[in-house]
């Protein structure tokens, strides 16, 4: 009479080697090899960390990419209770060669129970997963990154020239939350260049036609309206929390003043400024590399730094500066790429150039230099001569 | 003769060139002689005791010559100096 399946299992569970969760924990990192043969919707609700997901069906398919060619490679399968995991760690010895396999004993559940950590993937819904499909591909972004972006807090100073285009891609991306801070109403004359809003948004609130538009393109994303002016009485308030600021602010003062608070914070920004045909970009990531006042220690007087009101900004300008910020953003929180930290990118559009300059700390940064815990608040946003700065750009 | 690359704010100043070419063998040298072919430069440049007004930075090629030999850097025929003040517009 041929045997029963309990009766395989044991005789299989008899003659392949386990261990227990502990000695499993303690050598975690040690050059073992941890797969989980479970299937794909009991490796979503959580698994061991650093553990690799190759199911049981595509044992013999996929190990090796799992782990590895050597058959003398330390491997430990892991399952629900140690009954799947001990019939593939018989496949793998008697069918495949690898000598050295355990199948841990108990399997997730004595894991959990005798506390050690399990982690627990985002996962995305099936609309989520058709929506960021693009992304999916992609493995620098991945679920992963993609789980990133929708978990991440980005605000934006200013729903402008710059503004305009990041909000739409960021929100487009899957941001989580999005914070705009612009304490203005759209005017026609904005619409050459501030693409988040409409012609029949003018005088609308600017937060409030952003959000029409962030919303619009993705329910996802939740908006935080500020509509005040970014100033040293709310800006702490403001800005703590957030993973990214992107810096579109049109004055030096508040560009000064949100270096010094995020430095404080270490919260990096994203920067970019934009005139006429040309645009700057770089990203200030506090103590990774240079902050703006390194880059700058005091502002150009009011007749060297004319504002885009006084001397004019080519429409599609703040649309290319504004998606290289968005990029930027979109790395900064995905961890992919090499961010522009340390280097500062200008772009002239009638030349169609692109030059990079290197940006360096000063070790003398009045900001930077110091301990986060030091910068006081009276220091906060003031240069040289910011009060004759401030008169004179009235 | 070094090639300077020139800010927005400094075209009017330069005959509206967004280029170029001034002589010297240092950094100095070089501004120096940008403003004596342009010396609606001159101020923007340069501070009431010579120096270089510290709301302007100067790059060597993409060098800040504040961290190498400030004025006193040494220039090539082939180098490029890049001047360029903050901008805010948003």
Redesign the interface.
């Known amino acids: 009479m041929s045997p029963s399946g309990a009766e395989v299992i044991r005789q299989i569970k008899s003659q392949v080697e386990e261990i227990d969760p502990a000695q499993v924990s303690e050598h975690l990192g040690n050059g073992i090899v941890l797969i989980d043969v479970r299937d794909s919707t009991e490796w979503d609700a959580g698994h061991i960390p650093g553990a690799k997901h190759v199911p049981r069906g595509y044992l013999e398919s996929r190990i090796e990419g799992a782990a590895g060619a050597d058959r003398g490679q330390e491997i430990v399968i892991y399952c629900a209770s140690g009954q799947r995991s001990a019939l593939a760690a018989h496949t793998l010895k008697d069918l495949l060669g690898y000598a050295n396999v355990k199948s841990m004993t108990g399997g997730i559940t004595l894991w959990k129970d005798r506390g050690y950590k399990v982690d627990v993937p985002k996962t995305l819904t099936a609309e989520q997963r058709e929506r960021y499909s693009r992304h999916l591909l992609i493995p620098e972004i991945g679920l992963e990154g993609q789980a990133k972006l929708l978990e991440s807090k980005v605000l934006l100073l200013g729903a402008g020239g710059l503004g305009s285009p990041t909000a739409l891609y960021l929100a487009a991306a899957g941001v989580g939350t999005l914070g705009v801070v612009d304490d203005d109403e759209v005017d026609l004359s904005n619409l050459q260049r501030q693409v988040i809003h409409t012609t029949d948004r003018i005088g609308v609130a600017k937060v409030d036609s952003a959000e029409q538009s962030i919303t619009a393109i993705n329910p996802d994303v939740n908006v935080v309206k500020y509509k005040t002016r970014l100033d040293a009485s709310n800006i702490m308030e403001i800005i703590e929390g957030y993973d990214v600021i992107v810096d579109g602010v049109d004055n030096f003062p508040t560009r000064y003043l949100l270096n010094d608070a995020t430095v404080r914070l270490g919260i990096p920004v994203v920067s970019a400024s934009i005139l006429g045909f040309d645009g700057q970009l770089s990203v200030f990531k506090p103590h990774d590399g240079p902050c703006y006042r390194c880059l700058y220690p005091v502002p150009p007087p009011a007749e060297m730094a004319p504002s885009c009101g006084a001397n004019g900004v080519l429409g599609v300008l703040p649309g290319t500066m504004g998606l290289l910020q968005a990029t930027e953003v979109v790395k900064l929180v995905t961890g992919a790429g090499e961010p522009l930290v340390g280097r500062l990118l200008l772009y002239e559009a009638l030349g169609a150039t692109f030059t990079e300059l290197k940006v360096r700390r000063d070790p003398e940064c009045p900001i930077c230099s110091k301990d986060p815990s030091e910068i006081a608040d009276e220091e906060m946003g003031v240069f040289p001569d910011y009060e004759a700065f401030c008169a004179a750009a009235g | 003769m070094a090639t300077i690359?020139v800010?927005?704010?400094l075209r009017p100043s330069v005959g509206g060139e967004?280029e170029v070419a001034a002589s010297g063998e240092t950094v100095g040298a070089v501004l120096h002689d940008l403003a004596e072919q342009h010396p609606a430069t001159s101020e923007?440049l340069f501070g009431p005791d010579g120096s270089l007004n510290?709301?302007?930075?100067v790059?060597l090629n993409?060098?800040?010559v504040?961290?190498l030999d400030g004025l006193d850097t040494g220039v090539g025929e082939s180098d490029t100096l890049?001047i360029?003040?903050?901008?805010?517009?948003?």
């Open positions: 690359k800010p927005p704010v967004k923007q510290r709301y302007v930075n790059y993409d060098e800040d504040r961290v890049v360029l003040p903050a901008m805010a517009g948003g």
